[in-house]
């Protein structure tokens, strides 16, 4: 059992260091990748804008006299070239908005990420005390319950003892008058008077031992 556990824990920390190897590349290809994102992005609006002065030129030359013959022609040619650069444009900001999206959704997960490792290195210890803080409380809250039943028991015995002692003592009324009545079973009340007393003893000897493991079992 204790081979197999240690087999897992070092196949789970091989995994483990794969992960942050492929992570580290990950991030530094990432970095690389942003930075070449960011280099062709200034090329590609240069390359826009150079497009662009050129059909204005192409559309001023358009409009040079001596070539109005050929302006139905060179007017389709510049126009084919203007939805060029058009399409080129639109395509451009679109992949630019969707580039720098993914960008900085990356940068606010990468942010969550550090934040997280950060909060759990710092808050370690405080989670392990506050788990022996909560089982400590968990006990006291089960002692607290124990001790309400060995109070409630103790409290159920002194009423009915008191109880009792109350009828024996109605009970030992009622003799008592019978005994002076007839002196010949006075010697056996008597008897009986001290079996009872030695039995009260008894019953409340054995009560408070109880009583007193129960405190001493609940508190350990």
Known sequence: ????????????????????????????????????????TTELEQLLANLSAVNDKMAEYTNTPGVVSHNAALMHTLQRHRDILQDYTHEFHKTKSNFFSLREREDLLGSVHRDIESYKSSTGVNNRRTELFLKEHEHLRNSDSLIDNAISIAMATKENITFQRGMFKSIQTRVTTLA?????????????????????????????????????????
Not at 13 to 20: G, S, T, V
Not at 186 to 214: A, E
């Open 1 to 40: 059992m204790s081979t197999n556990m240690a087999t897992s824990s070092n196949y789970w920390e091989d995994l483990r260091k794969q992960a942050r190897q492929l992570e580290n590349e990950l991030d530094l290809k990432l970095v690389s990748f942003n930075n070449m994102l960011v280099a062709m």
């Open 180 to 220: 002076n009545r007839f002196p010949t079973i006075n010697s056996l009340i008597q008897k009986i008077n001290l079996r009872k007393r030695r039995d009260s003893l008894i019953l409340g000897g054995v009560i408070g031992v109880c009583t007193i493991l129960l405190l001493l079992y609940t508190f350990h």
